[in-house]
């Protein structure tokens, strides 16, 4: 059996041309510490990080973060590598539990879990290509002829351009579009009023006929995302995403037995026991896990079938193949996000620009193909004067 013989992790860091977002283009978590409610500071992502794990017999994995790029490379060659060279790609478990349970005292969640979750990632890959099986098939294969997923852009901006860019969205076929809000607490009545005209222009851009959802991350205190669900109860609202900061798992809960629009949550909780833990609180209608933060395939997968247990729907944060292989694998998992290919903005379509193989979508879905083996991906030629590469 092929043993890994080299792990390599690069960071691509976007050094083109990134186009201006305006103040209160989304809430974020760091409102409340900065001058300006939807601040860019703090939230752009323009960095990459690549990690790629060689096999003697030639199999190259290439697994992904978008989180810490720079700490989470430095955790990888510092502390996982060692651990990872000799060993047999087809152990995946016994590759992760070795590297969660060795890096316990410094690890767990956040910076440790986003390394493990690059790696666990390229061991996935370099399984499905070992096997000459796309990464679904192993997880259990296809459960939809493809996949439909939403159109997640719509950053809060001028009315007049949001229902232009929420009707074109409508308008390509997809079922469901998800918009940002812009107004948080220290924004007062005026601000609720905005985003109110924010959803309210969506709706009549995109009609009842699409799904729509709404964005706060991690943006609103408690008390006014109560206030806040009580006057989007007659949107029709599918969910209203982390409307809270991720610890706040009873903030959580409070406000899905309000019962007034559905709560969706997780892009920021990580690990097996963490969903454990939120579920058993009743804190999500919907879990947002993304892929490449949560544990990679190998906690991802545990957690789709947790959530099923739990009757709790399976949609995970961001576009991108990882995710798409877990949605395609689970009953759990009606529809993925979608993150349309536009000007380098925030960074989470930086993807495009890093891979070739990214499907994109026709009439609201992508599809995967059978006969891809791994995640179907590979690295395009790095323009030096878009990015800059650490290795």
Request: charged share 20%; glycine share 8%.
């Amino acid at each position: 059996m092929p043993q890994i013989t080299d792990v390599r992790t690069t960071v691509w860091e976007w050094i083109g041309d990134v186009a201006p977002m305006p103040p209160h283009f989304c809430t974020t978590a760091s409102d409340l510490v900065s001058d300006v409610s939807g601040s860019i500071s703090g939230f752009r992502f323009l960095g990459w990080l690549i990690v790629e794990i060689e096999c003697d017999d030639g199999t190259i994995g290439i697994g992904n973060a978008a989180l810490a790029p720079h700490a989470c490379k430095t955790t990888i060659d510092t502390y996982l590598k060692p651990l990872l060279i000799g060993t047999d790609p087809m152990d995946s478990e016994y590759i992760w539990q070795s590297m969660y349970r060795r890096t316990l005292p410094f690890g767990r969640k956040g910076i440790g879990m986003t390394a493990i979750s690059a790696v666990d990632l390229a061991v996935w890959d370099a399984k499905g290509k070992i096997l000459n099986q796309p990464v679904f098939r192993l997880l259990g294969g296809r459960t939809k002829p493809q996949l439909p997923v939403y159109a997640s852009r719509l950053y809060s901006q001028p009315l007049e351009s949001l229902h232009r860019e929420a009707k074109a969205y409508a308008d390509a076929g997809f079922s469901a579009v998800k918009l940002r809000f812009g107004w948080g607490p220290k924004d007062g009545l005026s601000g609720i009023a905005k985003n109110l005209d924010l959803v309210r222009t969506v709706r009549e851009a995109v009609g009842d006929e699409v799904d729509i959802m709404a964005d706060c991350y991690m943006g609103w205190s408690l008390e006014y995302a109560k206030r806040m669900l009580r006057q989007l109860a007659p949107f029709n609202l599918r969910w209203v995403e982390e409307p809270v900061i991720s610890d706040d798992l009873a903030g959580y809960a409070e406000l899905k037995a309000m019962g007034l629009v559905a709560i969706s949550g997780g892009e920021h909780e990580y690990t097996l026991t963490g969903f454990r833990q939120a579920l058993d609180l009743g804190a999500f209608d919907i879990a947002q896990f993304d892929v490449n933060r949560v544990g990679g395939i190998t906690a991802a997968k545990k957690i789709a079938d947790l959530c099923e247990a739990h009757d709790v729907a399976v949609i995970p944060h961001a576009g991108q193949m990882h995710n798409y292989h877990i949605s395609m694998s689970s009953y759990a998992a009606p529809i993925s996000e979608y993150f349309p290919k536009v000007p380098v903005e925030v960074g989470n379509e930086l993807f495009w620009y890093i891979f070739d193989g990214e499907p994109v979508a026709q009439d609201g879905c992508v599809q995967l193909d059978d006969t891809s083996p791994g995640f179907g991906l590979s690295l395009k030629t790095p323009d030096p004067a878009e990015f800059k590469l650490t290795r």
